[in-house]
């Protein structure tokens, strides 16, 4: 089995021939014939034994699919199902790494948010945020400042270089904006704070 052509007439040349015209007979001879050169081709580069067994099955599966363009002109039928294994081996090392790395890509991801996050307070900050992105620019950055990033009037003053009596006026029109709106959509918070809960 080293690949080389056969001369006319031999067995392994009724096999090939029996084989590209379909003889499902052939199939499994060749099976029973070229199938542990290929196995161990495929378990001299593969580490797993499973995958190993499965590039085996696939090599064959992909012959007998595609016997038509087996040529004996060009070669033996078990150098055809060799070459046609290297080929199955290499799609396997892809698939492997790629899984690989999406397994590494997934490992670091961050940790998922930990149970027990009251969804009334997820819900109101969703609420929020969808009405802080209706304000003007000015309101709603001071506003973002001031809860979601926990700053004072001094330091968001700082931070912007707006005068402080500004980023106040910002801010207490911005809250004024969203009252407002929560009482015409009847969706005031009321008791729930929803993280807007007063200013310093």
Do not use: C
């Amino acid at each position: 089995m080293n690949g080389s052509r056969h001369e006319p007439g031999t067995p392994e040349d009724d096999l090939a021939d029996r084989f590209r015209h379909g003889d499902e007979l052939a199939l499994r001879e060749a099976y029973d014939r070229y199938g542990r050169a290929v196995f161990h081709l495929a378990t001299s580069t593969l580490v797993n034994r499973s995958d190993a067994e499965d590039v085996t099955q696939a090599t064959f599966v992909a012959a007998w699919l595609g016997r038509d363009t087996f040529d004996p002109a060009r070669g033996s039928l078990v150098g055809w199902l060799l070459g046609i294994a290297r080929r199955k081996v290499v799609d396997r090392l892809r698939s492997v790494s790629r899984d690989n790395r999406v397994t590494e890509a997934v490992r670091q991801l961050p940790e998922p948010v930990a149970p027990g996050v009251d969804p009334d307070v997820v819900v109101d900050r969703l609420v929020v945020a969808d009405e802080l992105a209706r304000l003007p620019a000015d309101q709603r950055r001071m506003l973002e400042l001031a809860f979601f990033d926990d700053l004072t009037h001094q330091q968001i003053a700082a931070v912007t270089g707006v005068p402080l009596g500004t980023v106040k006026s910002h801010i207490r029109r911005g809250m004024a904006s969203l009252k407002r709106r929560w009482e015409v959509d009847g969706a005031a918070p009321g008791a729930r704070s929803a993280g807007l809960s007063g200013t310093r």
